[in-house]
């Protein structure tokens, strides 16, 4: 069965620092990868996603960036992290299937710039 | 643009009770739809979800849901509630020809022993 990991799952940051959060998915090839971000009442905004490996598209434009080095890997960065960046980060995969998939969501990672 | 309403924000509820969150979506085409869940420091998890066929989604925990195409609905119930049933529930959206997963802001439900 599929399964997806997210690291780490909770970290505290200085306004400044770089990020580096990290998405893996496992019993799956060619996945479609999705990087959300969950504010408190407000839902999942999706900010990037990738049907392959180097192939971003990016949804919302801000402080943060995407790369897929790995067919199941999906990392999302920062060079210099905000106040703003704070929150919760979910990672997703789906399988490519015409219109019909269906996500499905790792565990999360908290995130807090100080 | 397209959006996805969920009409409560927070909603409390006495074990037993019957419960129904709205959902409504705007998209003029075809779509799918979906139910998510977050239990209290969990991952958020597909409870069901609709691409076609029977209206009438059966989901995991006794869950359904009804796609009513003429009011752009897709409100989910439950009989009887548990306290386990205690969560966050997303409506998420997804038009069928290339569009994104949309989700609503989600709603609270608390269940009372």
């Known amino acids: 069965?599929?399964?997806?990991?997210?690291?780490?799952?909770t970290l505290v940051q200085p306004v400044g620092s770089p990020l580096s959060l990290e998405c893996t998915v496992e019993g799956t090839s060619n996945p479609n990868l999705y990087w959300y971000r969950q504010a408190a009442g407000r839902g999942l905004q999706l900010l990037f996603y990738s049907v392959g490996i180097g192939q971003i598209s990016s949804e919302v434009p801000q402080?943060?960036?995407?790369?897929?080095?790995?067919?199941?890997?999906?990392?999302?960065?920062?060079?210099?992290?905000?106040?703003?960046?704070?929150?919760?980060?979910?990672?997703?995969?789906?399988?490519?299937?015409?219109?019909?998939?269906?996500?499905?969501?790792?565990?999360?990672?908290?995130?807090?710039?100080? | 643009a397209q959006s996805v309403s969920q009409h409560n924000h927070h909603v409390i509820l006495s074990e037993a009770a019957s419960l129904e969150l709205g959902c409504n979506y705007s998209y003029g085409g075809t779509v799918n739809l979906f139910w998510y869940v977050q239990y209290p420091g969990q991952h958020l998890q597909l409870l069901l979800k609709y691409f076609s066929g029977d209206p009438l989604v059966k989901g995991i925990k006794g869950f359904e849901a009804e796609f009513i195409k003429s009011k752009f609905s897709f409100n989910l119930r439950k009989p009887s509630v548990q306290w386990s049933d205690t969560a966050e529930y997303f409506c998420a959206v997804n038009p069928l020809l290339g569009g994104k997963l949309i989700f609503g802001q989600g709603t609270e439900l608390s269940v009372k022993p």
Do not use: M
């Open chain 1, 1 to 9: 069965s599929q399964t997806i990991h997210q690291w780490p799952a």
């Open chain 1, 63 to 114: 402080n943060l960036s995407a790369s897929r080095p790995q067919d199941r890997q999906f990392i999302l960065s920062s060079k210099k992290l905000l106040l703003s960046d704070s929150g919760f980060y979910l990672c997703a995969w789906s399988l490519p299937g015409g219109g019909r998939e269906t996500q499905y969501f790792g565990p999360g990672t908290r995130l807090l710039v100080l």
